[in-house]
């Protein structure tokens, strides 16, 4: 079921992460995030920054909490990421 609030609540979250690389994301109408730079090339991906990890650091604390104090949920949710991502790598 589709939660917009859920989502919307989460949005500052993800606009750290795609602000610290670079690119500019937006909530827009409807609740939608947009981001206004996306990467469609090489020079695209160039040009994303990688070093303003010091922004990121709170996504590593999350993943080394969630590996370290919950490792059968960690090892699921990779199970179902690589699931997931398996058909765009063959």
Do not use: C
Not at 6 to 26: D, F
Not at 73 to 89: C, D, N, S, T, Y
């Amino acid at each position: 079921m589709y939660r917009a609030g859920r989502y919307r609540r989460q949005y500052p979250a993800v606009a750290r992460g795609t602000h610290a690389m670079g690119l500019e994301a937006a909530l827009r109408r409807r609740r939608r995030a947009r981001i206004d730079n996306p990467v469609h090339t090489n020079a695209d991906v160039d040009s994303l920054s990688t070093a303003n990890t010091d922004a990121l650091g709170y996504v590593g604390e999350a993943i080394q909490s969630m590996m370290y104090s919950n490792e059968i949920l960690w090892r699921r949710l990779m199970g179902k990421i690589v699931e997931v991502q398996a058909p765009f790598a063959s």
